[in-house]
């Protein structure tokens, strides 16, 4: 027997879990403006929110468990250049890009910064 998966959608600006009738069952608000983008990983749903309404130095980019609670917020290498896409999770490795371009791997159970690839510039 297969348990199916549970529908989630952005509506209004929070991340939301869909109950059987296409109501909102759950839903996590968002920290500070609106989350734009999530990804489910196993156990775990990443979100990225829009980067302007947060306080400096926080991360746009956050983890929450199944029950829409914050396990980590991402250790973002870069002050002024905040998460841009969730690409993949590969082996417990959260793969991120920012708005400059740069490559964040992320440790997916913790958040912790693991690896940053600046973008080559191209040459003219």
Do not use: K
């Amino acid at each position: 027997m297969t348990i199916p998966r549970h529908a989630f959608a952005v509506i209004d600006g929070s991340l939301c879990q869909l109950g059987r009738f296409g109501g909102r069952a759950v839903w996590h608000r968002p920290l500070a403006t609106a989350v734009v983008e999530f990804r489910r990983g196993p156990f775990r749903t990443y979100v990225r929110e829009h980067p302007y309404g947060l306080l400096p130095g926080l991360s746009n980019l956050y983890c929450l468990d199944g029950a829409h609670r914050l396990q980590w917020m991402a250790e973002w290498p870069f002050a002024d250049d905040p998460c841009a896409g969730i690409i993949d999770e590969v082996d417990g490795v959260l793969v991120t890009v920012s708005v400059a371009g740069a490559e964040v791997r992320l440790d997916a159970a913790t958040g912790r910064l693991l690896r940053c690839e600046q973008p080559i510039a191209a040459a003219g």
